[in-house]
């Protein structure tokens, strides 16, 4: 397969491949925060996300959400469906954390009465800013009907991997999501659903079981991510 990087993220490579509809995504172990200021690695972490990604895009199929995620030729890559992204980040939110609580000043860990959706404007150099469905339609970033395709599966996701989670004994605090359009043109999810971009905490403990382990070098960051994939898949990774 010829294959060939078009684009090095932060997380992963994309390559492109044989069929020009599909992409080869290669997930990394390297990890960021505070939109690169803070770097590191997170041993065997590409193979862990790409691993449950793949997981929960199976899981979202099964519930009929379209979504990008074709095939896992190897631990640490992934073929999907080429999409033209939508330039936000989608973040849901069921309980104040991070910066929904820095800004509304109040405690993580404040359950929402509601899920909250907020959308910030992909870009590293102005620091990924929040917008809102006014500033989205008058920069034309997506319409008004694929914003509203956007929300009602954002929040149907939000719904299918709260349950889903809740039986691990996890609870899914917030998360971002990316959407794009295929060639025909529908709006169908991409990007990836891992700890990188999900808060995880035990129901029981309010472990934290995700990124913030290594956004604020709480230690056991590769054990964090090893327990999420054992309660998800039951795999246990060595
Ligand atoms: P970042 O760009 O934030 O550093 P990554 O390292 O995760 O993030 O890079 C992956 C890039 O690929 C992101 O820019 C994401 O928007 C993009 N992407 C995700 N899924 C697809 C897809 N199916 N088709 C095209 N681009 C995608
Ligand atoms: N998030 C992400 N990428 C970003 C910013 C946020 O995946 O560039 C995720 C993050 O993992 C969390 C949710 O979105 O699950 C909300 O993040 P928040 O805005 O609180 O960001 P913080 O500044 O605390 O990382």
């Known amino acids: 397969m010829e294959k060939k990087a078009i684009y090095e993220g932060k997380a992963k490579i994309m390559y492109t491949t044989d069929d020009p509809d599909v992409l080869l995504v290669y997930y990394k172990d390297d990890a960021t925060a505070g939109n690169g200021a803070k770097k590191g690695t997170i041993e065997n972490k590409g193979i862990m996300n790409n691993k449950m990604s793949a997981f929960f895009f199976d899981l979202l199929a099964k519930e009929g959400i379209k979504h990008h995620y074709i095939s896992m030729p190897s631990d640490r890559e992934m073929l999907v469906k080429k999409l033209e992204i ?11 954390a991070g910066s929904l609580a820095k800004r509304l000043g109040l405690k993580e860990g404040t359950p929402m009465s509601c899920p909250v959706i907020e959308f910030c404007y992909k870009s590293d150099e102005l620091g990924d800013p929040m917008v809102n ?15 509203e395709t956007i929300e009602s599966m ?41 700890p990188d971009n999900c808060r995880f905490w ?24 090893k327990e999420m994939l054992h309660r998800l898949t039951g795999e246990s990774f060595k």
């Open 133 to 147: 469905r006014y500033h989205i339609r008058a920069m034309k970033l997506a319409t008004d009907e694929e914003m």
């Open 86 to 96: 939508v330039p936000l980040e989608v973040i849901i939110r069921n309980v104040a």
């Open 202 to 225: 035990d129901s029981t403990t309010h472990e934290k079981l995700d990124k913030d382990r290594f956004r604020r070098d709480l230690g056991n960051v590769e054990d964090a991510y």
């Open 154 to 194: 954002s929040l149907k996701i939000n719904d299918i991997l709260t349950k889903f989670l809740k039986e691990k004994n996890v609870d899914l605090i917030d998360f971002k999501l990316e959407f794009g359009r295929d060639k025909n043109g529908d709006i169908i999810l991409g990007d990836e659903i891992s």
